[in-house]
């Protein structure tokens, strides 16, 4: 099964929450609340798959993981607010590195005054990097239709 026949097959049918305008299927979620859609996304980085430490600095790891999030939002005209990290931590790497990661994130999200609201830390045995991020829209801003239809 591919990526696209897997969420395909995690797709619900139909939404519990009246709150939620677009789910499963597209690079970011929209939640309405009072005067503004909420918007989120989800990207995971791998050691060895997205990047290496001998190609990569720790803080540069964790700036870019940020960054693809950020631009997920940018992508539903939406302005970042929050996020949420989860992290998978090897013994092969020192707690200072993590703090390099944790940096990386810090010095962007200061850029677009975002928050830090949670996350999770477990070891493992690669290093991994999963980012949630939250941000807001103007009420039926972006046209979601318009916007499924520029997607490449």
Do not use: C
Not at 52 to 79: C, E, F, W
Not at 102 to 122: C, N
């Amino acid at each position: 099964m591919d990526e696209f026949q897997f969420i395909e097959s995690i797709k619900p049918i139909y939404y519990k929450q009246p709150s939620l305008i677009k789910g499963v299927g597209d690079d970011a979620a929209v939640i309405r609340n009072t005067s503004e859609d909420m918007v989120t996304s989800v990207d995971v980085f791998v050691e060895g798959v997205h990047f290496t430490k001998q190609t990569m600095r720790p803080y540069h790891v964790g700036y870019r993981a940020l960054a693809a999030n950020i631009s997920d939002l940018a992508a539903m005209g939406a302005l970042p607010a929050f996020y949420l990290v989860a992290v998978t931590i090897p013994k092969t790497w020192h707690p200072s590195e993590v703090r390099e990661v944790y940096d990386g994130m810090a010095e962007l999200a200061k850029m677009f005054k975002m928050d830090l609201i949670g996350g999770d830390t477990v070891s493992g045995k690669s290093f991994s990097l999963s980012i949630t991020v939250m941000g807001y829209v103007e009420k039926d801003k972006p046209d979601i239709e318009v916007m499924q239809n520029l997607k490449i």
